[in-house]
Structures are given as C-alpha cells and as structure tokens.
C-alpha cells in the first residue's frame, strides 16, 4: 500500500496535466486543420503561421515542415526570359534589397544592383566544393582560373569560411531538439531508419483507429479511446520486441493510464528541457503533418459522430509517438555509440568527441577528400559501437590536413563563381586581378550576403507585379466606358434581358459566363456557390447530411429533401430498387473482403469483372453508354422537392441538433441580400440559379473539384433552396414593400453545371410555368452551345489533348474525360487562377480572363454603409485566399505541400489518400493538377483582390476584422481598389497605404 501511495505521488496533478494540454495545443499552432476526403477543402497548409509576416512563415515553415516556400529560381528565369517577369518589376523588386554601393572592376563602376540582376538572372556560379575539382579541370582557361587561385590566397573572405571539423558538433548541438528531433538525428547522423521506424508504427496504429468504414475489418476496441486502445493492443504487437526494444510487454504494461503521463515521463527521461517541449512537441507533430492535421480538425469537431465514437486527440498521439522515439532512439545510440539515448548524453558526446565525430559525419554526408582517405582506415566507420576514441585520435592527427584541403577548394569554388560573374558583368578575370584584394573580398561578399536561396521573395515580388501590372491595362476600353455610364453621358441599355443567370464566383464559371453571354442577350451574375445560404442539407435516400457552405460558417438550418406528393406509389418502388442495390452492393463487398470466397469469385464471375476492366479501358463512352442501358429498367426516376419552410416540433428538433427549414424573416433576407449585392437593376422572366460540381471516375480528390463554398460537396441543394424562397408569394410581397420589386412574371430556375463536362442540369422543372416552356427551350439551347465553346476552349489548355482541326464534339471528348478511370487530370480545376475581382460585370465584360479570375457580383453605389462588401470580403474572399494559397504551396513544392503524384496514392480509411501501404496523408494538390509536365501549370502568387469600391470603405472593414487585418498585413494577399471617384488602380500596402497603379 504504501508502494502504491509512493507511485501515485510521482504522478502529476491536474493542473500539470491541464498544462501539458495547453502545450499540446501550442504546438499544434503550424499544423494546418485537414480535412476527410469526401469534404475535402482547399485549405491554406501554412494557415497557423499567418499570425507572421509572409517571408516569415515561410521560413519558419522551412525549418518545421522542410518544405520550400518559393518556386525554383530556375523557372524564374524561364518567366523573365519568356517576359512573363519584365525587366522594370524585377529592377523595382531589387531595388527594396540593394545598397547604395558600387565597385570598381577592371575600370568599370559595377553597382550592387546592377550585382544582383547579374546573379537572378544568370545565377551566383557556386559549385559544391565536393565537384570544385572537376570543374576547375573542365575549363577551357584553366590559367586564367589559376591566377584567380592565386590572388585569393590571401582573401579575407576566404578565411572568414574556413571550416573547421568541430563545426559539425557545434551545429548539431545547437539543433538538437529544437531543428530535428532525436529520432531525426539518430537518422541523419547514425544511419539507423529510427524515424522511419516510428512513422511506420504510428500510421499503423492511427490509420487502423482512424478508419471510416473503407476497411471490412476494423479495429477492435476502439471505443475505448487511442491511448487506451493501443496500449491493450500493442501487448499482443510483435514489432516492438522485433525492433529489438528489451522488455516490451513489461514496459507497455507499465506505461501510466493517461497519456498526459505519458508524454511527461518519456519527455523527462529523453532529458529535454521543458523549455523545449512546445517547439519539440511541433517537431514530432509536423513529420505526419496530414495526419495530424487531420486529428486536430476531427478533435474539434464536437457533433462528428466518427469522433464521439472512437475519440482521439493530438495528445493522445504524441504519447503513443514519443514513447516509441524514447525506446528506440536509447536502442540505437547504445548500439552505435555506446551512449544512452537521451537528450543531454547526446549533446555530452557531441561536445566532448567533436573533432573525431566531426571526421566520422564528414565522411557520411560529403565524403572524405582523398587525401584524408588515404591516409586512414576507412572501416573504422563501419564499427558498432562507434570506437569514438580511435576517430578522436586519429582527427588529432589528420585536422590540419583537413582544414586545408577543405580551405583550398573553398578557394576554387570562389574562384568558379568569380570566373562566372565577370563573364556576365563583361570585365576581365585579369582585370579583376589586377584591381586588388579589396574589390574582389567586397565581390565575393555581395555573393555570400544574397545566396540563391534568399532569391526567391524578390522573384515572387516581381512576378506579381509583372502581373497586376499588366493585368489593370487591360480593363481601360471597359472603365471609359463606365466613366461614361457614371456620368450619365452614356444611358445603359434599360432593356429587360432574355435570361439572367447567377454562377459561383468559381474562376471555371467565367469561360461558360463569357460564352453564354456572346450568344444572345443573356446577363449574367457572379455569387459564392451556396448563394449566401448556409444550410445543412439531408438528401432523400442519403446516408448522411452535407453542410452546403464555407467551412467558415456553421449552418444552423437542415433543409431535406422529399418526393413530390404525387409519386407516393413511385416512393416505394424507388425505396424498393434502392434496398435491393445496397443489398447486392454489400454481398458483393462482403464476398471480396472474405479469407475464402475471393479464390472462389475468380473462378465463377472473375470473367464479369474483364467487361468492365476491359470496356473503360477500351472505350470507356461506349462501355459507360452499355451499363446505363442495362441498369435503366431498375432506375425508378423519382420527382422530388426541398423542403424550405420551417417546421415546428419535428424529430430533428427533439434531437437537439439545428432547426428545420428557415422562417420567412430568414427567407426574405437571404433572397434581399443576393438582390442587394448583385446589384440587379431589372428582372428578366427566367433567372437560373446555377451551382456546381464535378464529375469523374477513380478520383479520390474529385471533392476538390466541387464547390468550396457548399464544403466540397454539388451547389444544386442551395440553388434549389433559393429558388423556392425567391419564388414565394410570400417573400416577394415583404420584398416589394422594402422597394425591391420581382415582376410577377419573373421565374426563378434551379440548376447545376458539370464543370468537367460542360452540362447543365436542371431542377424542379415540375414548379416551371407553362407560359415559360419556350424561354426554357431557348436557354437550353443557348447553354448547351456554351458548352459546346466552353469546352472547346478548355480543351485546348489540356496537355495529352490532341490538337483538334475542323469540326469536332467537344462536348463529346469533355464527357470521354470524365469517363476515363485512368484520367489523372479531368480538368485543371482552379489551377492557374490569379485574381478575385468584386465589381459590376461591365468592368470584365467581354474580357477573355482565361478562367483565371474568381469574379463577385458587387455594385458599391447600392451598398453605401459597406454591408454587402463586408461579407464578400470576410467570407468568399478568404475561401479564395485558402484555394490561392494552397495551389500556390502545392506549386513550389509538390512533395511536401502537395499529394505528389495521383499515379502512387491509394485510398485510406475513407479519409484521405497516402503513397503505398504506408505514408502520410497527402494534404495538398496532386502533382497533375498544378503541373503541365515538368513545368508549373499554376503560376504560384499571392491572390489579388480587385474591389470596385472606395478606399476608405475598404479600410473601415478591414479596420474591423482581425483576421482581416493579419492577412492584408501580412501579405497573404494583395488588395486592390478600383476607386469609384477616379475610377483608378490602388493597391494597399502595409506601411505605405494605397499606391496608385498606373494603367
């Protein structure tokens, strides 16, 4: 009894847990919310760093994720070459990082900015000093080169880079646990596979927990939460004893009950200060960054019913993480080292065997010169335990031959680049020699203050304002225009359009807008997808509800969707074929997830299966035109409507959960504000509302391609919703008395368009007038020519499209592609988007954007007090920072901010997509969707906001949201403000105000 008091007392209280917690917490900040496959949101992957300065996330970034932040130099100076970065924005770029200096060489004043244009376009010529040899005796001028040698001999700067054998221990003492874990070190120093190791034991256990129904045999036990749950499990667990850990029953079965202890006990016999815990606890957090983003999204979502069923949390994870980290990383340093496998034994090493582990990593990493090989045993390194005093003494004797072998090919790596600047900056290498030690020390000093990995702010700075710069000319014919408008010395056309159309503010939604509208009097509108209506939304048959708004937002209403009064007989039929398909779906399941009758299957109905692997490999139109002809006697097309109206007292209510359908105060507003900030001057007799979606086959990411502003799920839930508000009796009557007129011939139409195939759908056409039939036929007509243009147009950006001639289907090969299980890219999606423009349509009217540009309705003299602005900029305009910010991320680095390549991924547990059997969830966009071959599709840079609206308007909203204030701040995207006074460019920047562009 008193064993068991004395234990309990070394445990800590409930504060320190609690404490611990909030740790856990802080740590989690970087790690950005993931979230499940079949929602899936573009998300910023940086967005716990926005709270810092853009260059400053994106290092901090650097050293947690590993990631590059910026897009290859290389493919910079392909955009300059090209002129897609002109010379002018790249000479003001350099002009916020150059110094008011200049050398002499040769006779010629060279400037620092002059310098630095030479290097970004031409590059720095620096070598690794491992290939300095053999590039010193390719050159062709090797007497020149040799006379360079010979002048920085004495270099200042030479010796200011001199390497020393200890700096490899200093270092790594100083970035122990706070740049790498110990597992990272033990790998990067030791050669073991540690942090292999204990990744592929956490993805084991956590993407078995995790599962959403994908796996026919699901973890057992998993009520009982992660921690727990694994710490029963992994008694039975075999890898542990197999990785060599001693005792590893006894040590699971002695691990403390809460993981909070957990973490505490190991975290103190690794011996890392608590000082370090939180940058320690992101370190571990950030090597699965896309599991554990998504943890800390399904750890906070308090009515998920996959967590309230098996909960799990971030500290839950890193207790299971850091407990494997302390096994193994003590198992390896005593087998390499002979040293326990703690933090300060670690640091005691490195500190008192410096200049032989200096030796030892030398020979790992860069490899030894050749005259330190030869005069040493080389299978001193292949010892374990590593005979560190054996290394110590033969560093001793060997550190000066190093030193200056290692000094004498930083001379000739100096010497390569200084040959390679004078040819671009056209002075002579004698007569660099010739001017001294001092502008040559200064030469070699410019280079090291701005190496190449410092370029790429610059070359972002200068690629968006090449961009903006370019992009405002081309609005001048539209803005006289306008000025003519406004003034009233040019009258609009007052005349009542043939249709009206609102589409999301989608950038794929401005090609069809732009072919629609050169057809025939057709206006067209731009609104976020779910049309201002955040709702939950229960399809008839459907397992689960949708939210159908930005992840932002929490709905609070449930719309459902039910059969018209007049199919109650086709109701049962449809319920019916419905029971039976979910029935056959799940034998079939049941039968290939079985240990037996899978070798059955093969021998009795494998042949079936060669149909269909064989016809959407082959012909993929005519098979999927086959299949709907045999399951169409089992359709049962059924008429249904959405239910709009609020209900009193239903079963949903009684649950507790949202209210039922909206009152017609809540219906009114919604309709008034798509009214009031589209600015509709006239009302024609058919307005169709148009969502959207996407559609294709063997595509884990196709959420991606739906409507970010519905969460990833089809707009045609909230099309339909506002249809039926706006076509109320009822609201239209509150709305003529606020002086917002619909003229009672006006019919509001709900539909969708398939951005892959170019189709419009339409819904309730049972609620169509019959005075509208006509109209109706017209539009259809008009929009599936759109389509027709739209996918032609769209076509031609693909590239494993064939260069088509003469006439051809392109709607045809647009539905083929949406067909195709092998299709990697059914279309580009968002990708190569630039701008968010909210403003009257006539600003962009007739203007090829090239899909590139998300464009909002918004007419700034109808919205005087900045309301309707306030929400455009506070709620679609950050869903476009999230999809900017993630396209532009996914761009510079592919591997660690994007999914990689679509050809390696598999489907995991209904959640998300890893390579292989074991790896991280991919968090960003496949390499397909940003890339045409090797080079970048998207052009990775921050979004411009292009607003329609006065300055001051822009900065009072602003001025009242601080999320505003740290994106804009920030520079996380670029605000731009169409004056109305002037009708002139500005752009808002952080210290300076509004600058104006000039157009």
Not at 889 to 914: E, L, W
């Amino acid at each position: 009894m008193a064993l068991v008091e004395e234990k309990n007392t070394d445990k800590p209280m409930d504060p320190q847990r609690e404490e611990l917690q909030s740790l856990v917490k802080k740590a989690s900040g970087p790690i950005s919310h993931y979230w499940p496959m079949k929602t899936f949101i573009h998300h910023n992957p940086l967005h716990g760093l926005e709270g810092l300065h853009f260059e400053e996330a994106i290092k901090e970034a650097e050293k947690i994720f590993r990631g590059d932040g910026y897009l290859q130099n290389k493919e910079n100076r392909i955009y300059y070459k090209k002129g897609r970065i002109t010379e002018e924005a790249l000479n003001n770029a350099l002009n916020e990082v150059s110094k008011d200096a200049s050398i002499s060489l040769g006779g010629k004043n060279v400037s620092h900015h002059e310098f630095l244009k030479t290097i970004f376009i031409n590059g720095t010529g620096k070598v690794a000093k491992d290939a300095s040899a053999a590039v010193f005796k390719s050159q062709s001028n090797q007497s020149e080169l040799q006379s360079l040698i010979d002048a920085l001999q004495n270099s200042q700067k030479i010796n200011e880079n001199k390497e020393s054998l200890k700096d490899y221990a200093n270092r790594e003492r100083d970035e122990l646990a706070t740049k790498y874990t110990l597992a990272e070190w033990c790998e990067q120093s030791l050669g073991t596979k540690v942090r292999f190791q204990i990744n592929n034991e956490v993805i084991k256990w956590v993407s078995g927990f995790l599962d959403e129904g994908h796996a026919h045999w699901s973890m057992p036990m998993r009520e009982k939460s992660f921690y727990s749950n694994w710490k029963e499990l992994a008694l039975e667990d075999t890898s542990g004893s197999l990785s060599g850990i001693p005792d590893w029953r006894n040590k699971i079965k002695s691990l403390p009950d809460l993981p909070e202890d957990t973490i505490s006990q190991c975290m103190s016999e690794l011996s890392i200060p608590k000082d370090l815990w939180v940058g320690y606890f992101s370190l571990h957090l950030s090597q699965l960054a896309g599991w554990t983003g998504f943890l800390k999204w399904r750890s906070e979502q308090v009515k998920y019913e996959w967590q309230n069923a098996f909960p799990i949390d971030l500290t839950q994870y890193l207790a299971v993480r850091v407990f494997y980290e302390k096994e193994m990383i003590d198992l390896a340093c005593r087998t390499k080292l002979d040293i326990p496998g703690t933090y300060n034994s670690i640091k005691d090493f490195l500190e008192k065997n410096s200049d032989g582990y200096g030796l030892y990593k030398d020979s790992q990493t860069r490899g030894l010169p050749e005259e330190i090989e030869d005069s040493m045993d080389l299978s001193i390194f292949d010892q374990d335990p590593l005979p560190i005093n054996d290394l110590n003494q033969t560093a001793f004797s060997l550190v000066s031959k190093w030193e200056q072998v290692r000094n004498q090919q930083e001379i000739v790596v100096q010497a390569l680049a200084v040959m390679h600047l004078a040819k671009y900056l056209n002075v002579t290498v004698q007569d660099i020699v010739k001017g001294g030690l001092t502008p040559l020390n200064t030469l070699i000093g410019w280079a090291e203050e701005f190496p190449e990995s410092m370029h790429g702010p610059v070359w972002l700075k200068a690629l968006e304002s090449s961009f903006i710069n370019g992009f405002v000319k081309r609005f001048s014919p539209n803005i006289e225009n306008l000025k003519k408008i406004d003034s009233g010395e040019e009258k609009p056309l007052a005349s009542r359009p043939f249709s009206q159309t609102l589409f999301c503010i989608d950038v794929r939604s401005e090609n069809f807008r732009r072919k629609l509208e050169e057809i025939d009097d057709h206006e067209t509108f731009g609104y976020a997808g779910f049309f201002g209506i955040p709702l939950c939304y229960q399809g008839f048959s459907d397992d689960y509800q949708t939210d159908q708004c930005p992840v932002l937002l929490i709905p609070n209403n449930l719309i459902i969707e039910k059969p018209r009064d007049d199919h109650a007989q086709t109701t049962q039929h449809f319920l019916e074929r419905k029971k039976y398909g979910r029935d056959a779906h799940t034998l079939l399941h049941d039968l290939k997830e079985n240990v037996i009758t899978p070798y059955i299957m093969v021998e009795a109905i494998g042949w079936f299966f060669g149909f269909r692997l064989f016809g959407q490999t082959l012909h993929p139109k005519l098979f999927n035109k086959g299949l709907t002809w045999l399951k169409k006697p089992f359709k049962v097309p059924l008429g249904t409507s959405v239910i709009v109206d609020k209900k009193e007292n239903t079963d949903v209510e009684k649950e507790g959960t949202i209210q039922t359908g909206f009152n017609l105060d809540e219906q009114t507003r919604f309709v008034e504000n798509a009214i009031r900030i589209l600015g509709f001057t006239t009302f024609s007799r058919l307005i169709l509302l148009c969502g959207h979606a996407s559609t294709s086959d063997n595509n884990p990411f196709e959420s991606a391609l739906d409507c970010g502003a519905c969460g990833g799920n089809h707009g045609s839930a909230n099309a339909r919703a506002l249809a039926v508000m706006a076509n109320n009796p009822e609201v239209r009557k509150i709305l003529a008395e606020k002086g917002l007129e619909i003229p009672a011939d006006t019919h509001f139409l709900p539909a969708q368009h398939d951005t892959t195939t170019d189709e419009i759908a339409f819904f309730d056409l049972e609620n169509l007038p019959a005075t509208h039939q006509q109209d109706l036929s017209k539009l259809q007509r008009d929009l599936t020519e759109a389509g027709e243009m739209n996918s032609r147009e769209r076509l031609t950006r693909m590239p494993d499209e064939p260069e088509f001639t003469g006439n051809f289907n392109a709607l045809n090969r647009a539905k083929i592609r949406s067909m195709d299980w092998s299709q990697v890219r059914p279309e580009w999606g968002l990708s190569g988007h630039t701008a968010f423009i909210a403003g009257r349509r006539k600003l962009t009217q007739g203007m090829d954007l090239e899909g590139r540009t998300f464009l909002h309705s918004y007419d700034s003299s109808k919205d005087p007090e900045g309301n309707a602005l306030e929400v455009i900029m506070t709620a679609p305009m950050i869903v476009g920072q999230w999809i900017n910010m993630e396209h532009y991320f996914s761009t510079v680095d592919v591997n660690v901010y994007g999914a990689g390549s679509k050809a390696y991924h598999n489907v995991v547990g209904n959640v998300g997509v890893m390579f292989g059997t074991q790896s991280d969830l991919s968090i960003g966009l496949p390499f397909q969707t940003v890339m045409d071959g090797e080079k970048p599709y998207h052009e990775p840079m921050r979004l411009f906001v292009i607003i329609e609206a006065p300055r001051k308007m822009i900065d009072a909203i602003i001025s009242k949201h601080e999320m505003l204030q740290e994106l804009i701040g920030n520079q996380w995207l670029h605000i731009v403000s169409l004056d109305r006074e002037d009708m002139e460019f500005y752009q808002r920047q952080p210290t300076s105000g509004w600058n104006h562009i000039t157009r």
